[in-house]
Each structure stands twice: as C-alpha cells, then as structure tokens.
C-alpha cells in the first residue's frame, strides 16, 4: 500500500443511508441491559423498565438497548448505552465476563421468534446489570419506573411493552432464579 491510500478506520457512526442499506442486508449487534437494583445477597428487588419511543412509533416500557460500534467492545458498548438512557450517576456493575444471559434475535417479521424490529434483523446479547447510583434518563425517555420483579412480569406491564422486550425481562429474572 502506498503512503497516498488511506484507510478509514473511524468507529464512529455511519450516515443514515448506509446503515439503512447495511440493515437490509446482513444482521446489527446489540447489546440489551436489564438494570436491575439488588440487596445485600444480589438478589432482584426492582427491574428498571424505560417508557420511549419505539423504532415502531409505539409509546411502550424498553429495557436499556443499543447497537454495538465498530471496533467497540461489548462492555464499552453496554456501558455507553447504560450511560445514555440513565445517566452518568447510574454507577452500574458491568459484568465480568461478556457473556450473555440470552440472545434475542429480531425480525422485520413479528412471528419468526417473539422478538420484533420493523427495520431490521438483530442480534442482541441480553445483560442483567445492577446499578447503585441515582438514574437521571435524558429528555427523549419520557420516563423510568423501578418496578418489583412480580409487576415487571405481570401482564399489565407486559402489556406496555412492546419489541419482545416482556419476554427479555421474564428470561433475565429466570436466569437470575427470579421469575415469580
């Protein structure tokens, strides 16, 4: 290679026609958090559940959820996005490890596996993450709400929620031995 050729290597985002193109035509990372707030013994006394915006135009309860960056790391990118939808005070406990607890696969089409996104097809590593600090979502999450792990899963939350993201929860709180 010549000292003239250049290779971008910025992991920055992309313009929104490429990844427009780039959704229809292979599958995006994701990495998915369920924060969570703990006792003395870890176990789960609320399940922290987002009302936003959806890709789909609904108004429903989310878990924390982001691509990951090219060139990130997932825990850069669950760290990045755990910052972003609860704020830098949220003092969350990444995991150790980058394994997941699930992995949910979105479709375009909601009867393929219960998890659902109209722009795209997805992969999403699903995270069971504590935080200790005070939560302050930004201005586009119209709001969070510290729930028990009984009301995360009953089915007028669930009913809030749209994506899959019911059945996120539900299989976070089973991995965790939770589940009511």
Not at 19 to 26: L, V
Not at 48 to 71: E, K, M, N, T, Y
Not at 157 to 176: K, P, Q, T, Y
Request: aromatic share 6%.
């Amino acid at each position: 290679m010549s000292t003239n050729d250049t290779i971008e290597t910025s992991p920055g985002w992309l313009p929104a026609e490429t990844i427009e193109s780039i959704r229809g035509q292979i599958p995006i990372v994701y990495v998915e958090a369920v924060p969570v707030r703990t006792d003395h013994l870890g176990r789960i006394e609320k399940v922290g559940l987002l009302l936003r915006a959806q890709p789909d135009g609904a108004i429903s309860r989310a878990v924390v959820s982001g691509r990951v960056l090219f060139g990130e790391t997932l825990r850069e990118a669950l760290w990045r996005h755990l910052a972003k939808d609860l704020g830098a005070e949220a003092a969350p406990d990444l995991p150790s490890g980058v394994a997941p607890f699930t992995v949910a696969e979105y479709f375009p089409d909601p009867t393929r596996t219960g998890f659902h996104d109209p722009r795209q097809h997805a992969v999403a590593l699903g995270y069971v993450v504590p935080c200790r600090g005070e939560c302050a979502p930004p201005e586009d999450v119209l709001d969070l709400a510290w729930v028990s792990p009984a009301e995360a899963t009953s089915p007028e939350i669930a009913a809030e929620m749209s994506s899959g993201h019911g059945r996120l929860v539900r299989r976070a709180l089973a991995f965790c031995g939770q589940l009511p």
